[in-house]
């Protein structure tokens, strides 16, 4: 597993996702740039739309979206990509995040473009749709939804969980000192194992209802706590961006010999986390998008690149800043959490106030990414076997909780981190030649298709 998880998630994998980026970015000539501000205004001018009855809307599809990448990747994977790749690893994931925009906007206008609708119910859509309907790769489709599938284990289950349990144990540490971690981690498994069973089956519009409603408030409690540590270390900012920028290129010249970090580590610490966060390329959240009720192409791809803003440009860039200028120990050149991000807030908010605030807001992204990854799994077991397989599917992945809570947590981010890039694997080349072969897809960045 260490060689395939070394290929996938190093240098090979992360020089992939980077290239397609930069390929599609161009292709869709610079998409990210000329089309921000429209999808500033696109998503600020959303009103409260109506839509049909099990379906959402647009501003439910991107939430359900958000709920699917903001999860305890934004707190746990950010610190874990600083610590193995280094301040360095912080560019990479910017970079990744600013090509992934072009890759997610072209996601997005793919899977609404290419959406069926069955028997009058609500919308569905994703790769295994554009794949089956626009390259006639059926079999392809297929292998996205097996992905698709073992993903939805790993990163929207097993990691969520396991950082989840972690953080409740330290949360109970910093309060009542002596308690057992595995009998908590159980309990924590147990009381969300019941929770997850009963929100998975309320379907779509649950889902989303409460998507619509936690993601806002928790980005914004996540977003005001780690603005008060980078405010209160104002005066180290410019030397964490200083080593940032060196960090990139020359890891050793910032931290020196001793982590055993290089180059390639940072590029790839920074890319594959960036793309476990925010999901271009994976195709994940498309299905998400591509079920928004009245959705066209171009202007739902918009909301796709807004997507990936708000998730890494915004919600890691704080974490990462946050981190980097509070002065807390960072392990670098091993494997590091949630409890890095925890150390950062106790800087301001001492050792309760920020075990209380990672697990609020740890607790949020969790069970709301839960329900996003449930929603993917559901969609992709659909399309694999009907409707037969779904209440079989739904049980399973609520059952698994339990165990996930207490799996070694290494072993679980490497599990997850080489579904995501397995997905992309099979979800970007799919993209890029429906690129070249569609005339009205070529210039979607253009904004000129808007059928549906």
């Not at 986390?273 to 299905?287: L, N």
């Amino acid at each position: 597993m260490e060689f395939l998880h070394g290929f996938l998630c190093g240098l090979p994998g992360a020089s992939m996702l980077l290239g397609a980026g930069i390929y599609l970015s161009f292709q869709l000539k610079w998409v990210q740039l000329r089309c921000f501000v429209p999808a500033l205004k696109e998503v600020f001018s959303c009103a409260k739309e109506p839509c049909g009855c099990g379906e959402m809307t647009k501003a439910q599809s991107l939430c359900t979206a958000l709920a699917g990448t903001m999860g305890t990747g934004n707190i746990a994977g950010v610190a874990g990509a600083v610590a193995l790749g280094g301040p360095g690893a912080v560019l990479w994931m910017w970079a990744a995040a600013f090509f992934g925009m072009a890759v997610k906007y072209a996601e997005v206008f793919l899977a609404v473009r290419f959406r069926s609708r069955k028997d009058g119910e609500a919308w569905a859509g994703g790769p295994m749709y554009y794949m089956e309907k626009g390259l006639h790769q059926k079999r392809g489709a297929k292998i996205f939804c097996v992905c698709g599938v073992l993903a939805s284990f790993g990163i929207g289950n097993a990691v969520q969980v396991n950082t989840l349990s972690g953080s409740v144990c330290a949360l109970a540490e910093a309060f009542f000192h002596g308690v057992s971690g595995n009998a908590l981690r159980l309990c924590t498994g147990g009381i969300l194992c019941m929770l997850t069973f009963l929100m998975l089956f309320g379907g779509i519009r649950r889902i989303a209802c409460v998507a619509e409603r936690m993601i806002p408030f928790v980005s914004t409690v996540y977003i005001l706590s780690m603005l008060c540590v980078i405010i209160l270390r104002g005066e180290a900012i410019l030397a964490v961006f200083g080593d940032i920028l060196a960090g990139a290129f020359s890891p050793p010249s910032v931290l020196g010999g001793a982590a055993g970090i290089s180059m390639r580590h940072a590029l790839g610490a920074g890319v594959t986390r960036g793309v476990f966060t925010h999901e271009a390329g994976m195709g994940s959240s498309a299905m998400a998008h591509a079920a928004a009720y009245g959705a066209q192409p171009h202007k739902q791809g918009l909301w796709g690149i807004m997507e990936v803003f708000i998730d890494t440009m915004v919600i890691c860039t704080l974490t990462a800043l946050g981190i980097l200028t509070s002065g807390c120990s960072i392990p670098y050149g091993g494997e590091a959490g949630a409890e890095v991000t925890t150390q950062a807030l106790a800087t301001v908010f001492g050792e309760k106030g920020s075990a209380f605030l990672i697990s609020l807001c740890l607790a949020c992204f969790a069970v709301s990414t839960l329900m996003a990854w449930s929603f993917y799994g559901r969609r992709c077991v659909e399309y694999l076997s009907g409707e037969g397989g779904q209440k079989a599917y739904l049980a399973v992945f609520s059952l698994s909780v339990i165990p996930f809570s207490v799996i070694e947590a290494g072993t679980v981010w490497k599990v997850a981190e080489m579904a995501c890039v397995m997905m992309a694997f099979v979800n970007i080349p799919a993209v890029i030649k429906l690129l070249k072969t569609k005339k009205d897809v070529a210039q979607c960045g253009a904004g000129g298709y808007t059928g549906r």
